[in-house]
C-alpha cells in the first residue's frame, strides 16, 4: 500500500523557518515526481514545487514561494522535504505531498497534510 505521511508543521513566527518531511512507502514506481501542495481555508489548493525521481530537478508551481522554499529528497531515507523559510502569515495552510505515479502530470497519491500556523 502506497502511503504518504507529512510531519513537521507547527507554529511560527513570521519570518521564521520550517522543514516539512514526507516519508514514502509502499512504492513500486520506478519513476515518479513528488510535489508539495497547501490549502489555505478559503482558497484553492495551491501547487508549489515538484521533484522528479529520475533526475533530481525541480519544478516550481508557484512564483511566490521560489528563493524561500526549497524541496529536497533523501532516497535512503525514502523521504521528501520542504523547506521553508521566511514565512508569511498569509502562509498559513495545510500543506500536503502527493506523487505523480505515473509521469501524467495528475497526482495520483495524497498524504493527510499537516498544519503550518504562521503568527504576526
Known amino acids: 500500500e502506497v502511503q504518504l505521511v507529512e510531519s513537521g508543521g507547527g507554529l511560527v513566527q513570521a519570518g521564521g523557518s520550517l522543514r516539512l518531511s514526507c516519508a514514502l512507502s509502499g512504492f513500486t514506481f520506478r519513476n515518479y515526481v513528488i510535489g508539495w501542495f497547501r490549502k489555505a481555508p478559503g482558497r484553492e489548493r495551491e501547487g508549489l514545487v515538484s521533484i522528479s525521481s529520475r533526475t533530481g530537478s525541480t519544478y516550481y508551481a508557484s512564483s511566490s514561494v521560489k528563493g524561500r522554499f526549497t524541496i529536497s529528497s533523501d532516497s535512503a531515507k525514502n523521504t521528501v522535504y520542504l523547506q521553508m523559510n521566511s514565512l508569511k502569515p498569509e502562509e498559513t495552510a495545510v500543506y500536503y505531498c502527493?506523487?505523480?505515479?505515473?509521469?501524467?502530470?495528475?497526482?495520483?497519491?495524497w498524504g493527510q497534510g499537516t498544519q503550518v500556523t504562521v503568527s504576526s
Open positions: 502527493a506523487v505523480d505515479s505515473l509521469g501524467s502530470h495528475e497526482f495520483d497519491y
